[in-house]
């Protein structure tokens, strides 16, 4: 199974608009409490211009962008981040994955967030591998020997 990319190809971009609301459920699923990411009146005491975007949801957008992209067949091994400017709630953001190599089967590819005035906000590398198959996240079914 050979990989139908080449180096300079764009993925589809992924488009989203962060909002207050996201921002306070991120936290409380990831049990992040500090308030910059959802009290908007204690954000800008402290200097921001509102509520500020998780750097991890960040970077799960921008992962969205690829996994949804490449589907099943394909996993993340590994991710490398940088965040360039802070994101203020809410925000119009479109995120970008360009292969930029190709070996066997993997490849990597460089990762940007936009935002409408056209300013990077966030850059990154994402290097993934065909599975072969539909990625099951690390599990495999259990033979019938491995279960009694």
Sequence with gaps: MSISFQVGDMLPRLKHTATPFQLFRYSAVTWNPHRI?????????????????????????ALRCVTEALGPE????????????????????AYTARVTHIEGESMTLELAEEHLSGEVGFEGTVRVNRTGGENTGGLRPSTSEESA
């Design 37 to 61: 990411h959802f009290d908007d009146r204690y954000a800008r005491e402290e200097g921001h211009a509102g509520v500020v975007l998780h750097s991890h949801l960040r970077a799960a957008l």
């Design 74 to 93: 394909w996993h993340v091994v590994k991710v490398a981040y940088r965040l360039r400017k802070p994101v203020y709630a809410p925000a119009n953001l």
